[in-house]
């Protein structure tokens, strides 16, 4: 409540005095935040010779979608192919992540006793090994399973890195589950595995959502694990591995670079401006009680 | 829990009967929870375990031999990790990464602290500014990369915004000082605006009447930042400040895309180096205690993260 008061109430003799230095931060924010955004966006309509020219300017008569179609139809490294194969790596690993995540947080925010207690420990000690140095072994043990270069592979190595946080999101968010809905689930002869299913999860939504977003834009972003566990050979690219590729190969030519970045962007910030409000809370969330 | 651990014990009473049939029943029924349980959280742990534990295990027994990838591996006890300190690639790119950790962080944390304390009121403009701060955190960082290195080039954007005033071209990815503070600028550029709405949201529970007092006590705005409102967060900054140091110690994509760890290695961070080099190379034994130590450190630093949590948590309870 004290958010609510702290925000609502008028501050007139805040408002009254012109902060010249608040005005001055903010100003600063225009250009370098906005900056980078506007040159990615205008340079991905402009030729080469425009871009190098006059990267801010917009020539309105020689702006054309020519790189933009080129980047689309591109038989190599094709970015908007790669969407549907990141959107499945996605889709996937969300639906893996909650549907083990789900039941085992179930277990562990309802157990009492301390073994099952120490399963949280056992997971949240994951969030502590970064990416970069989990994926070499782990590749060994994908080889010793057959999946290495696999899209099996890949998101079966995802969606275990992806449970720490999500458990310990999901078990905090349980506990404040009355016990007594439980109970009266069981009373009514409901196994607990369906109590939890047809109960417990249509409760745990905000939870959810929060789960599904930092996990959702984490693998939509990733480039670490595609890039070392599928490998170049598998001839399978998200967008960060295309865009990799793809780059390496064509440095000077602007003309593809920005159309490219702004494709692989595209996605990501429509979603951002549609769902920014979760998105803001979510990863907040995530952060500081994760 | 205590609570709720009396409920159960309650609804349970009125069925336990004396006897044995009633005793073997309810060890049955706990059998049987036991094993729904087993069976609920089996999965999660069966694939954690196998993709994230035992990987620690291989890397932890790799990074004893001297493995190539071909031969058979021969015990060499702690060799590869003296070889760590001894090897000038790896120790300059701790260096490097102490470097990125130590100034990231902190300009991450001032920038968005600054911002959130300018933009911490609820209005239609200040949530626009605090999505401007705040968009690089959704694009990918390999992205972002690719991006700035456009625009630092020597053609690049920036270098023709200043050519009218006859300065450039500047090197500002091709100079080996230059191209690290260009990496940290960027790193922080793309981070500070996460702690900008962490920020934003807890000085959004810190009461007005407290504020209000020490106005009319006199108290200068600057005073009221320092002496009240931002003791008031400190909790969130220590998890702010803690994430932004774990988070930069892995710093990887950002450096791919926006120098290649040049020039001559002077941007080639720790996890650039085990993930760009050693992990094509033959010493496979080197490059698993690469990465064991960055677990290691990686570990403590969340361990870290963990106590100070603990111990602003216990304060706070105390408080309420």
Redesign the interface.
Known sequence: MTAETAVRMPRRRRRERVNVGRVIMLALLVPLMGGPAYILLVNAFKTQQDIQSQPFGIPFDRLTLQPLIDAITSPEYNVVASYGFTAAIVVVVDVICIALAGPAAYVIARSTSRKTRLLMLYFLAGTFIPGAAMVIPAIYVLRTLGLVNSFAGLVLYDSATTLPVSIFLMVGYIATVPRDIDQAASIDGAGRLRTFWTIIFPLLRPAVVTVLILNSIGLWNDFVSPQILLGPSSDQYTVTTAIYTGISQYTTDLTKVFPNLLLAVAPVIVFFLYMQRHIISGLTVGATKG | MGL??A??AD?RSPRTRSGEGAAARKRNRRLK?TA??L???G???L??S???????G??IY?SFTDWDGFSDAAFIGIQNYTHLFTDPNTTHSMWVTVLIVIFGSAFQIGFGL??AL??R??SRTNSV?R?????????????LG???N??LGT???LN??LAPFGIGPVGFLFEQNLALISLIAVIV?AGF??NV??FV?AL?????ELIEAA?IDGASRWQINRNIVIPMIAP?VT??LI?SL?GL??A??IV??LTGGGPAGSTSTY?YV??AQS?GSTKIGY??AQ??F??IV??AL??LVTALRNRSDKAAEGEG
């Open positions: 709720a651990n409920v159960i609804a929870d729904v349980s069976g609920m959280a999965p999660a742990v694939l954690y196998a993709l994230m534990v035992v990987p620690v291989v890397a790799l600054m911002y300018a933009l009121q609820k500014f999505a401007l701060t705040y968009y690089p955190h959704v694009i990918s960082a390999l992205i690719f991006l700035w456009a625009i053609k690049g954007a023709t915004l550029w605006g996460f709405v962490l949201a959004q529970t810190v009461p007005l106005e969130v998890v702010a994430l774990i110690l892995r990887y994509d791919v895309s996890a085990i993930l992990f490059a698993n990465a064991v960055l677990m990686s570990a969340a361990l």
